[in-house]
């Protein structure tokens, strides 16, 4: 064979297995470039992150419209990577519902009343122990105190909150005139699911407490399975509880305070960045909602006189029977049985001791002496 003709089929050869091997090179290429897009896409995707939150505050109340404002802002910051949406109405379920939904990752978070979360964390509910209060200015001294102690303890057991949004001082309400322990006589009482200071107090006094949670409390009214609630004003309002009682005693039983936690798991998926633009914008909403909650409390209150709630004055000589046996209970629950923390509870009391060996008038605001 000619040596031209050899060297003729090896250049062909040659440039046959060059262009197939450079389509062969552009193919697998090609699909590495769609597998790379598609990584890419899908980090995109799971870095935007949707916390879900429940809460029993319904569409159109100011605690959804203060939050969802916050989501907005937060979406904003975070260019879309943190996103919140909101179940409101109480849709979830009931705080222990809400809490397992939580755990299993179906939730990341929820509001919450102190006595929601007395599984989980049984210091929350300090502040809201029967006639432990008997001024809103006693309550925002011993808070100052030990507000940061009770959100670090709360983190500690795997829940972020961004503080507390005072709910004011819960109060009898019902639909016969009470002035005494003895007008409680054979009626049935509501206490939130998870109080066991109020129930166990209820109970020495030989009345009928009820608990049942925040979100069955109208229907129980409804039904007649309740007879008295204890509530704050605006608590009372905006559940439409009011629309079942008759009477208001404005003598201040127990004092109320919500919170927003988020599964700590959930949220240190976060970016440190994102992380501080959550905390930033959910503590100024609380920060705001602590001011607009006082107001709201009192405004509550004069609307409930005028849809013709009757006022009536506890009897100033029985006061100190209701003090006197929830002293009692709290001592056993908190300090005895040493079941909770009672370092924190010898500390709120010493902390009410110095407030009133300095502010000696405040047993007026109830029409009794310390």
């Given at each position: ?37 598609l990584l890419l896409f899908a980090t995109h995707v799971s870095a935007a992150t949707v916390l879900k939150l429940a809460t029993i ?77 008997r001024s809103l200015e006693e309550v925002d001294y011993v808070r100052q105190k030990m507000d940061p102690q009770l959100i670090q ?218």
């Open positions: 064979m000619p040596r031209l003709t050899i060297i003729s089929k090896l250049n062909k050869l040659i440039y046959t297995y060059t262009y197939m091997d450079i389509i062969k090179m552009f193919r697998v290429l090609g699909c590495r470039i769609v597998v790379l897009s505050a319904p569409d159109g109340s100011q605690w959804m419209t203060d939050h969802r404002a916050a989501a907005d802002r937060i979406k904003k910051r975070t260019e879309g990577r943190v996103s919140l949406k909101f179940y409101g109405g109480g849709v979830m379920g009931n705080d222990r519902k809400v809490l397992r939904k939580i755990r299993i990752g179906q939730l990341q978070g929820a509001a919450f009343t102190t006595s929601g979360l007395v599984d989980r964390y049984p210091a929350m509910t300090l502040y809201g122990m029967p006639f432990m209060f303890g709360l983190e500690e057991t795997g829940l972020v909150s961004f503080g507390f949004a005072g709910g004011g001082f819960a109060n009898f309400m019902s639909r016969e005139p009470l002035k005494s322990h003895q007008d409680l006589q054979g009626k049935k009482i509501w206490v939130p699911e998870g109080d066991v200071v109020s129930f166990t107090a209820l109970q020495a006094m030989n009345l009928s407490p009820s608990a049942l949670p925040v979100s069955d409390v109208l229907t129980g009214l409804q039904t007649g399975l309740l007879d008295v609630i204890v509530a704050p004003p605006a608590g009372a309002l905006l559940l439409q509880w009011y629309t079942k009682v008759k009477y208001l005693n404005p003598l201040p039983v127990a004092y109320t305070l919500g919170l927003l936690a988020i599964d700590k798991r959930a949220f240190e998926r976060l970016s440190e960045a994102d992380q501080a633009v959550v905390r930033e914008e959910l503590t100024e909403v609380y920060k705001n909602l602590e001011e607009t909650n006082k107001r709201d409390n009192i405004a509550a209150r004069d609307a409930l006189l005028a849809n013709g709630i009757k006022l009536v004055e506890a009897d100033p000589k029985d006061i100190p029977y209701w003090r006197e046996v929830a002293a009692t209970t709290s001592e056993k629950i908190w300090k005895e049985s040493g079941s909770t923390h009672p370092e924190l509870y010898g500390e709120m009391l010493s902390l009410l001791d110095t407030y009133r060996a300095t502010n000696s008038a405040v047993g007026a605001v109830v029409g009794t002496p310390n």
